[in-house]
C-alpha cells in the first residue's frame, strides 16, 4: 500500500536523494535544469509515493515553463526508486498529475523523455518547439490537456515569467 501526498518543504532532502540515486550525477546540468533554477515549483502537481513504512518509492515534479510565449509545464523528474521499479508508481504518478493539472486548468504538458515509455501516457514529439541545447529534438515531448492545446504553439521554450 502507498500513500499519494502532494511534495511538502520537508520531502525535499528525500526527493533529492532519490532524483540522484536514479540519475546521473551531471543530472543538474541538463538544459531543462537551466529553466527550472529559480523557479518555483508548481506544488500542487509535486507528488510523492511512500509504502506503508513511510519510505520515499516514487516522486514527480512540474515547473511553469513558457513556449513560444505560451503558458505550458514541463514534468520532471519523475523517479521510481529501484527497489520499486516495475511495479507501476511512475505511471500512477504521471496520470495522477496530468488529471490534476487538467482539473486546475492547464492546458499543456512537455518533457524531454524517452518517446517509447511517455507515448503510453499520450506524450509525442513536439515541432518546431526548441529546448535550450544541447537537447535532442526527438526527445521533446509533448502532451494537450485541452484539445488543440499545442496546435500552433512552437518556439523556444523559457523560463516562465
Request: net charge negative.
Amino acid at each position: 500500500m502507498y500513500r499519494l501526498e502532494e511534495e511538502t518543504e520537508a520531502d525535499w532532502w528525500e526527493v533529492e536523494a532519490l532524483y540522484d540515486l536514479c540519475f546521473s550525477p551531471g543530472r543538474t546540468a541538463l538544459s531543462s535544469y537551466r529553466l527550472r533554477d529559480g523557479v518555483p515549483t508548481v506544488a500542487a502537481l509535486c507528488l510523492t509515493l511512500r509504502d506503508g513504512d513511510g519510505i520515499m518509492a516514487a516522486a514527480i515534479r512540474y515547473w511553469p515553463i513558457e513556449v513560444g510565449g505560451q503558458d505550458a509545464l514541463l514534468l520532471g523528474p519523475v523517479a521510481v526508486h529501484p527497489t520499486r521499479q516495475g511495479e507501476g508508481l511512475g505511471g500512477l504518478l504521471i496520470n495522477e498529475s496530468l488529471a490534476e493539472a487538467r482539473r486546475l486548468g492547464w492546458e499543456r504538458v512537455m518533457l524531454v523523455g524517452d518517446a517509447p515509455y511517455y507515448s503510453r501516457f499520450g506524450f509525442a514529439k513536439l515541432e518546431g518547439v526548441e529546448m535550450p541545447p544541447p537537447t535532442n529534438p526527438d526527445r521533446v515531448l509533448g502532451f494537450a490537456l485541452k484539445t488543440g492545446a499545442w496546435d500552433g504553439v512552437t518556439g523556444a521554450v523559457t523560463k516562465a515569467t
